[in-house]
């Protein structure tokens, strides 16, 4: 597997910062469509212009590290760890701005480089240096 090469992929901030410069009328907007104590999921939505009926549309979801996976690490070094990640602290934060920079790139920016952000590229980096493990949830109920 390729190495992940921070040049080949652009950051979220620098997404919205193109997409502010070219639509300054536009907004981000987000909804939380599951928050179950265990996973987010989020749509983002970047509208270019207030009357924009096809905004680019992205969706993202984080895993929560809750205090119980930090009681049960075994080292301080682990626990430590899991206690700096995002997911500890603001999983709702960091799956929204990874919905945004998804949705900026369904409307064609920087996507000659990659649509993957440096952000979620840094998560598979450290998913695959913990085993390659992922919290199990339940899927969510389609009604």
Known sequence: MARFD???YV???ARITAFITKYPK???QSEVLVNDGQRVLMRGAAYRHP???RPGV???EEMRITQTMVDKAVSRDDKRRLMSM???SSPIENCETSAFGRAIAS???EVDRQVASQEEMRKVERMIANGGERAKTAK???S
């Open 86 to 88: 995002p997911n500890y």
């Open 26 to 28: 536009g907004s981000l």
């Open 6 to 8: 921070p040049d080949n």
């Open 11 to 13: 950051s979220v901030a």
């Open 140 to 142: 969510p109920k389609l």
């Open 51 to 53: 009357d924009d009926n």
């Open 107 to 109: 409307l064609g920016f």
């Open 58 to 60: 992205g969706h993202a």
